[in-house]
């Protein structure tokens, strides 16, 4: 069935790049995500990428996607204490089908 | 858009307990989904409702689980019988367009 696997941990400095990764094995997926959960609130769309892209950019991400190899990785450069929070990788078919997330990674920003 | 405030935000229930979680208000969206997410795992699909049937649903969602939309905006998840591993974070979606989700705040049930 269709998995999403992440690394569940990242630990980075005030001001560095931040990476996180996925990889994903259903090979029809259409759409791949990042979400944001910050405590107590729900997940929240952060960004997202067709599968016919490679890149996407949006100020401080930016959203690499290798189909080959079904990686998706998010990078946030600058990184700042209020990017603290749990981020989820996903992948869906086409609207109305169900999401399947990963466990997220805790992404931890020191000051 | 309206936010999707799900309601109550804590649930503590008794074991063999009926639970209704509650996601209000719902606009005129079609598509509607549960999810949930046990501590420390992954965010799990639960089930997916369509023009007001459901359209799919996970093997976790067994005859246990049901949902409704009942007056057109409410859109609730019950559960009968609750069991010990019903404890998680409870998530209620809308998808506004073909592709991501608007989520809720989710509702934490805990079964002692």
């Known amino acids: 069935g269709e998995d999403v696997e992440q690394s569940l941990f990242l630990s980075v400095r005030e001001g560095d790049s931040s990476v996180i990764n996925c990889t994903y094995t259903?090979?029809?997926?259409?759409?791949l995500y990042w979400y944001k959960q910050e405590p107590g609130a729900g997940l929240q769309l952060l960004t997202y990428i067709f599968s016919n892209m490679d890149m996407k950019q949006d100020q401080r991400l930016t959203v690499l996607l290798n189909k080959k190899d079904k990686h998706l990785s998010l990078r946030i450069a600058d990184t700042q204490t209020g990017d603290s929070a749990i981020y989820f990788c996903?992948?869906?078919?086409?609207?109305?089908?169900?999401?399947?997330f990963g466990a997220g990674t805790r992404l931890f920003v020191k000051a | 858009e309206p936010e999707v405030t799900q309601t109550p935000s804590h649930q503590v229930t008794q074991m063999g307990q009926e639970v209704i979680l509650r996601c209000v208000p719902i606009?005129?969206?079609?598509?509607f989904y549960w999810y949930r997410q046990i501590l420390g795992q992954k965010v799990e699909f639960l089930v997916s409702?369509?023009?007001?049937?459901?359209?799919?649903k996970s093997e976790i969602f067994d005859d246990q689980f049901s949902v409704e939309r009942p007056d057109g905006s409410n859109f609730t998840l019950k559960i009968r019988s609750t069991k010990l591993e019903d404890s998680a974070m409870y998530f209620c979606?809308?998808?506004?367009?073909?592709?991501?989700?608007?989520f809720g705040s989710g509702t934490r049930l805990t079964v002692v």
């Open positions: 996903a992948e869906s078919r086409t609207g109305g089908f169900k999401t399947i």
């Open positions: 259903d090979s029809s997926s259409t759409y």
């Open positions: 979606a809308r998808q506004d367009r073909d592709y991501g989700y608007t």
């Open positions: 606009s005129n969206h079609l598509y």
């Open positions: 409702f369509y023009n007001n049937e459901i359209s799919e």
